[in-house]
């Protein structure tokens, strides 16, 4: 059974820092690639950013761009988001997940941007 257990969400004032981190279990973390999702208040899961399998390749929807770096240890199965920068625009619940979507998914750590 598929198992993403997120971490280090918090209160951040605007413009500071979080590491969310995500332990993987179930699967053969390191075949597959990884993702962060993020729901904001009232919206839609939104795709914020994707690592692959290797560690080698990123990608990022363009809101984030140059503030925050995804990252993962193979040999520990878990998976990194650090967020740098932040603003009230990105509060939201997080959520690590093995595809883009969001299908599979883990329950989230809560991120709140504010004064």
């Known amino acids: 059974e598929v198992l993403l257990v997120e971490s280090g969400g918090g209160l951040v004032q605007p413009g500071g820092s979080l590491r969310l981190s995500c332990a993987a279990s179930?699967?053969?973390?390191?075949?597959?690639?990884m993702s962060w999702v993020r729901q904001a208040p009232g919206k839609g899961l939104e795709w914020v950013s994707t690592?692959?399998?290797?560690?080698?390749?990123?990608y990022y929807v363009d809101s984030v761009k140059g503030r925050f770096i995804i990252s993962r240890d193979n040999a520990e199965n878990t998976l990194n988001l650090r967020m740098d920068s932040l603003t009230p625009e990105d509060t939201a619940l997080y959520y690590c997940?093995?595809?883009?979507?969001?299908?599979?998914r883990g329950q989230g750590t809560q991120v709140t941007v504010s004064t």
């Open positions: 997940a093995t595809d883009r979507r969001g299908t599979n």
């Open positions: 690592i692959d399998f290797g560690g080698h390749s990123t």
């Open positions: 179930g699967f053969i973390f390191s075949r597959d690639d």
